[in-house]
Every structure is written in structure tokens, then in C-alpha cells.
């Protein structure tokens, strides 16, 4: 913040009479003598004096003494004092917020935001409403979260964050029963050309709102055709429709596969494998995939979500008006996915010591610290992990923080840490 002074300019230069032999206590009524350009420019006597008197430079000209006013005391100074704000409004709230909830003063971070949201209601203000929506979920307050989701729809024009069923101990919302919903055996691989074997998807997902498919004869896939895939699948969660795939076994194997070769810049193939380890509910595998995803393109990965976990078996009455004949032998599961070796982190971070992550930082390249299941982490932890991470940053290591919620990743970046890591926030 820059404090500038201003002092209006005089808009004409004056001449004073002399004041010698006056009192000090008789007021000063002659009128100034204004001395016009033209009248120096015509007169040879005015000419001559003011070639005879040099012009005054401005260096030469003596300061004018001002008292000397400490900071504190600026609020009481006479005058006009311009303010010129340089930072701006939106990274101040935001890292004023971080800093309350660091200090564990929830309160008082859920005010701020609150004010900042009726403020910055479009655009880049929407950190501030998904920090206030973190807020919400870590501190257990679904009302106010389902109240801000209605305003945030309003405002920003699309599906605001979804209340963590995991935390809450809630049961998801049963799919929607009442329309039957056909099951379509897929033509063809998962390729983005095959028009004919995702028109009959597609025509269904419309009809029913959701996707009842038979996924065995897939034995290719690509990018375009994953893409295609995840579209269906998101139009059905939007609809809460049903979602049952036979065969998805098979092609996580077979995404598996793919991804292990050459094609591991094709990022829809790991989206898609993570939508269905999602829906199997293979939690650990999904968050070892996802820490995978995140080294391999430096872009955070889907979050885990426990309302997409499906709970229903392909082929079982469901009460749709289908019942199909179950297989006789299950699909082979896909072969164990190989682990990332993570430094993983939990809980609420108070006064953390981090003692193994310095041998862990020694022997690992990247260095990843998994940052999903921490809820809070405070001043000194924070400060601790920066000079941490400092050394092995320097000796060339690749540093990534994994999942940090919004309002642990902005204490980190009031902190400096994205100077030595690649911060990758949650997606929610």
C-alpha cells in the first residue's frame, strides 16, 4: 500500500510587495502583482532585469520543512492523502481466510468469506465462494453448504461442489425408479468413431436418464472414445439415473494395459479408469492411480467421491422392469496397479515434526506428499514443511503436494511452498 501526498498547486506566478517596516499584527491587504509573459516580453526594463536575475532551478529550491509524523499518527494528518491500493482485493481475502482457519478461528473465516461472496459475486470471485464451500464441508455445516450451492447456480451458471457423503455419514440418494431402462450389449470397440455402438447408449441415456451397458466384446479402446464414454456417464449422474456396466472389470484391464505401454499422454484413458475404480468403490487403487495421474501431467486428478460408488450389480432386479441373467464366472480382476511410494499426511497438523519425510525426500524422485486426508495444518507445520522441502528442491528433486483442501493450499502459498512444489489441489 503507497501513501502519496498532495499539496494543490499555485496555477499563476505572484509577486509580493515588500513587507518591511509593517507590523506582524496588520493584516496583508494588497492584492498580489501578477506578472504576465507578454509584459516581460515587451518591456526592454523588464527585460533587462530579468536577464540580470537568474531563474531559479528546481534543485536549487530549499525544501520545505515538514514535520516528521510517525505511521501511526498518518490518519490525523491535514489535507488530502490519497490511498493506492496495489494488491489485490480477492488474493487479500483469500489469504486472510487461510490464515484464520490455520489459527483455528473457523468463526471468524466463515465471516470473512461470507462478506467477500456478497462482493465478488462473478468471475475470478469464485475462489472465494469454493473456499467458503470447503469451509462448510469441514466443519460439518450442510445447510448453509445447500443454501451457497442455490446462490452459487445463480450466479457462475453451473453445478456448484457436492456435499461430501463420505464425512457426513449419509446414505446417497437412491437412483430414480421410474423409468424403465433397457440394457444395450456395446458393437465395436470404445473408439471415438464407433457412431453405431454409442448411438444405441446415447439413445437409451436419453430415453431412461441413465446406462445399462454390456462392455465384454470392448477390446480396443482411445482417447476420443473414453471422452465419449465419460460424456454418458456425466449426463447420467446429472440425472441421478442408473448406472450398471457389464464388463467394466475387463476394460479397467484393459485401460490398465494401455496406459502401462505407450499411451500414457492420452488423458482420457486415465479418467475413465478412475470414473470406474470409482464406481467398484476401489478406493486405495483409485488414490494410487490419481497420485499417478498428478506426477505424470502436473494437474490435479479427480477426487474421490463416495456418491459415485454404484450399489447395485449388473443383471440384479432393480425394480426397472429388466432382470438379466447374471454371468457364470465374474470377469478376471485386473492385475494390481504398481503403488506410488507417497509421503502421505493426515488429520489436523499441529506442531508436526515430519521426521521421516527427510530420508523419504532423499530416496524418492519425485517427492510426493499426500495431502487428501489432511483437514488442517497450522503456522509452524507449515513453516517447518517449507524448510523441509527447500533442500531436496535444490538438489534437483521434483516436489508435488497432493490434494491439499483450498483452504490448507492457500496457507501454503501465503507461505511460499509453491516456490519448491506443484501445489495440486483437490477437485470436488
Not at 460408488?309 to 478376471?332: C, H, I, K, M
Request: proline share 9%; net charge negative; glycine share 6%.
Amino acid at each position: 500500500m503507497v501513501f502519496s501526498f498532495f499539496k494543490k498547486p499555485t496555477e499563476k506566478m505572484t509577486a509580493k510587495p515588500a513587507v518591511s517596516g509593517r507590523p506582524k499584527d496588520t493584516p496583508k491587504t494588497e492584492p498580489p502583482v501578477t506578472i504576465r509573459s507578454e509584459s516581460v516580453s515587451n518591456n526592454p526594463a523588464t527585460q533587462n532585469r530579468a536577464a540580470d536575475k537568474p531563474r531559479p532551478q528546481l534543485s536549487d529550491r530549499a525544501p520545505a520543512e515538514a514535520p516528521i509524523v510517525p505511521f501511526s499518527d498518518f490518519s490525523e494528518l491535514p489535507g488530502k492523502i490519497e490511498v493506492l491500493e496495489d494488491s489485490d482485493p480477492i488474493e487479500t481475502d483469500i489469504e486472510q481466510a487461510a490464515v484464520l482457519y490455520a489459527n483455528s478461528q473457523d468463526s471468524a473465516a466463515r465471516s470473512l468469506l461470507e462478506d467477500s461472496i456478497r462482493i465478488h459475486r462473478y468471475g475470478p470471485g469464485e475462489r472465494l465462494w469454493l473456499m467458503l464451500f470447503e469451509l462448510y464441508r469441514l466443519t460439518a455445516q450442510k445447510t448453509p453448504f445447500e443454501v451457497l450451492a442455490l446462490d452459487y447456480a445463480k450466479s457462475f451458471e453451473k453445478s456448484p461442489p457436492i456435499w461430501s457423503l463420505l464425512e457426513s455419514g449419509e446414505q446417497k440418494p437412491a437412483p430414480k425408479p421410474n423409468k424403465i431402462m433397457r440394457s444395450s450389449r456395446f458393437s465395436g470397440n470404445l473408439l471415438g468413431s464407433n457412431d453405431e455402438g454409442f448411438a444405441v447408449l446415447e439413445a437409451n441415456q436419453e430415453r431412461s436418464g441413465g446406462i445399462r451397458a454390456d462392455l465384454t466384446e470392448v477390446h480396443q479402446v482411445d482417447d476420443a472414445g473414453c471422452i465419449r464414454m465419460l460424456n454418458l456417464l456425466a449426463a447420467a449422474r446429472k440425472q441421478n439415473g442408473r448406472i450398471e456396466l457389464k464388463g467394466d472389470d475387463g476394460l479397467a484391464q484393459l485401460l490398465e494395459a494401455r496406459l502401462q505401454s505407450e499411451q500414457r499422454t492420452e488423458t482420457a484413458l486415465w479418467r475413465l479408469l478412475l470414473e470406474l475404480y470409482q464406481m467398484q468403490g476401489k478406493m486405495e487403487v483409485f488414490e494410487d492411480r490419481a497420485i499417478d495421474f498428478a506426477v505424470t501431467f502436473e494437474v490435479s486428478p479427480p477426487s474421490w467421491e463416495p456418491s459415485r460408488v454404484l450399489n447395485t450389480e449388473f443383471g440384479a432386479d432393480s425394480g426397472l422392469g429388466v432382470t438379466l441373467q447374471e454371468p457364470e464366472e465374474d470377469p478376471p480382476p485386473p492385475p494390481p496397479s504398481p503403488r506410488p511410494d507417497y509421503y502421505r499426511l493426515e488429520g489436523e497438523l499441529k506442531a508436526a515434526r515430519f521426521e521421516e519425510l527427510p530420508e523419504y525426500a532423499e530416496t524418492h524422485n519425485p517427492v510426493v506428499i499426500d495431502f487428501s486426508a489432511v483437514k488442517r495444518i497450522d503456522f509452524v507445520s507449515a513453516g517447518l514443511l517449507v524448510n523441509l522441502l527447500t533442500k531436496p528442491k535444490r538438489g534437483g528433486r521434483k516436489i508435488m503436494i497432493f490434494h491439499p483442501n483450498l483452504l490448507v493450499a492457500a496457507l501454503l502459498h501465503v507461505l511460499g511452498i509453491d516456490s519448491v512444489a506443484s501445489i495440486l489441489p483437490a477437485q470436488r
